[in-house]
Nanobody
């Protein structure tokens, strides 16, 4: 079992940057896929990015490609979401999630992840 702790949200002006962290406080990320999702008020939870821990392969939603990047720490059990060129439309609660059995075709589906962090608010002002 994996317990996830997120940090790094906050308020930033449009065009600014933030880095979110997701750490496994219990367990390890070995053999897991870690996904990033976000949910704005009144909207469905949507896929943002994902990384395969073992291969370091990454995947992105079209809306964030070229602006966001996800990576894993070289040591320890932490995954990062670096968010650059932020826009007001990026405002949402951001969640990290993990699962050990996700196939590529399911990586963008939030219902396919078993473990979730508590979420962190990201607010981008115009």
């Amino acid at each position: 079992q994996v317990q996830l702790v997120e940090s790094g949200g906050g308020l930033v002006q449009a065009g600014g940057s933030l880095r979110l962290s997701c750490t496994a406080s219990v367990g390890t990320f070995s053999r897991y896929t870690i996904g990033w999702f976000r949910q704005a008020p009144g909207k469905e939870r949507e896929f943002v990015a994902a990384i395969r821990w073992s291969s370091r392969n990454t995947y992105y939603a079209d809306s964030v490609k070229g602006r966001f990047s996800t990576s894993r720490a070289s040591a320890g059990n932490t995954v990062y979401l670096q968010m650059n060129s932020l826009k007001p439309d990026d405002t949402a609660v951001y969640y990290c999630a993990a699962d050990s059995g996700i196939i590529l075709s399911s990586i963008r589906g939030h219902r396919n992840y078993d473990y979730w962090g508590q979420g962190t608010q990201v607010t981008v002002s115009s």
